[in-house]
């Protein structure tokens, strides 16, 4: 009898010691999530995202930054083509900028709030906590949650998402569509909680200049820098020198400082020479600014299709637009929607004011314009696009303008 009431306390002790320490259930880990988000000063993370929405996936370089209360930078590479974007965010507004081709945009916009995107710590932990439903299993050295995601379109349904069971870090996010297929893939090479940046870090002409390789004359970058250059991962092992200040963004050639425009207002919408091309009427066009620099790579790029219609939807004709300086092209569609695609590799730009809002594409940001005719814009390898249209819906050209991002000029 003593001997199976002292084994009885053994198996209580053992219970008590392995929920003490042991596993912990789904209501715990999204309680600690709360408090880290809560607590969270800054974060830099690095990886790669694999879009899977073409004949082959398209991998780039990913990094962001992230310095509360709202500064964010975010760096995405063309890891074939090694061309560099830059999203970013300070008490200026929103930019979107490309160093290589000296181009930027700015906006005045809520952005990252109102929207997210996969590759963001915050984003990511919202999808969580804000899914009742939400599924936990408990991996090796993960937790991992499948919930709803929440991106603003249609065709991505589901994702999964991996932390690492000692800091919460971001692992990995698999972001699938309605029948399954992951349509994104993020996999975290490094993601440190509270890095410490540079003061001109998430400056946008230090970011315009330092990204293109700009240096010293001893050979070092002057720019702005972080206290995290050699980032840890997951599991603590050192990395080696982190990418940890924005002059030394990978892929950049130099770039000249009289090419780029930076425009005020609510967002910068270029508008260079478009015979034909349909326009949205904003009524609100503010002062313009027009550069003159001739990009290196000016010239005829083909005629670069779209592997995507709308189901209805068939091609109509193609015009090459160049009775002026800038070789273009305008491809238009007809059947259920009616829409115009443009292509210009912009020799001298002028830019104007317009409403926009940001669209995240997946491998670079665009610029949604207009009201009853709306326009998307994104810039990709030096060419910038337009899709224009009265009645195509704005998921309907997220579809086109990726089924675009690695074609060659026909």
């Not at 930076?262 to 313009?288: I, K, L, M, R, W």
């Not at 109509?316 to 569609?333: A, C, F, G, T, W």
Request: hydrophobic share 35%; net charge negative; proline share 4%.
């Amino acid at each position: 009898m003593r001997r199976i009431s002292w084994m009885l306390a053994m198996v209580l002790v053992f219970s008590v010691l392995l929920a003490a320490c042991g596993k912990k259930d789904a209501a715990a880990v999204v309680k600690d999530l709360n408090e880290v988000v809560g607590e969270m000063k800054s974060y830099q993370g690095s990886g790669v995202m694999t879009l899977h929405t073409g004949d082959t996936p398209q991998q780039y370089k990913v990094e962001v930054w992230h310095q509360k209360p709202s500064y964010y930078r975010i760096a995405l590479t063309n890891a074939k083509k090694d061309i560099t974007q830059i999203v970013l965010r300070n008490d200026e507004g929103v930019f979107v900028l490309t160093p290589s081709q000296n181009k930027s945009f700015r906006f005045q916009s809520n952005w990252p709030d109102n929207q997210g995107q996969v590759y963001l710590y915050e984003t990511l932990i919202r999808s969580i906590t804000g899914d009742s439903t939400r599924q936990f299993s408990d991996e090796k050295e993960s937790y991992v949650f499948d919930v709803a995601a929440n991106y603003n379109t249609q065709a991505l349904v589901r994702q999964k998402i991996w932390l690492h069971k000692g800091d919460y870090a971001p692992q990995q996010v698999e972001v699938s569509d309605a029948s399954a297929n992951v349509v994104v893939d993020v996999k975290f090479d490094s993601f440190k909680f509270g890095a410490e940046f540079g003061k001109d870090a998430f400056d946008m002409q230090r970011n315009m200049t330092a990204a293109t390789g700009e240096k010293g004359q001893n050979g070092t970058s002057t720019g702005g820098t972080t206290e995290t250059e050699k980032g840890k991962t997951q599991d603590g092992q050192n990395t080696g020198n982190e990418q940890a200040n924005p002059q030394t963004a990978p892929g950049e050639g130099a770039a000249s400082e009289s090419g780029g425009t930076s425009v005020d207002g609510q967002t910068g919408v270029s508008e260079g020479n478009q015979a034909g091309a349909q326009q949205p009427s904003t009524g609100n066009a503010g002062a313009e600014e027009t550069t003159t620099a001739l990009p290196e790579d000016a010239g005829s790029f083909g005629v670069i299709e779209p592997t995507y219609a709308p189901e209805g939807v068939k091609f109509k004709d193609d015009q090459i637009l160049d009775e002026s300086e800038n070789y273009s092209v305008m491809l238009r569609y007809e059947g259920m929607y009616n829409y115009t695609i443009f292509e210009a590799r912009p020799q001298d730009r002028a830019v104007s004011l317009a409403p926009s809002t940001l669209i995240d594409l997946g491998f670079t940001v665009g610029m949604l314009s207009g009201d009853a005719l709306q326009t998307l814009t994104w810039m990709n390898d030096g060419i910038e696009y337009r899709i224009t249209s009265s009645d195509l819906p704005v998921p309907e050209m997220v579809k086109i303008a990726t089924s675009m991002q690695d074609q060659s000029g026909k």
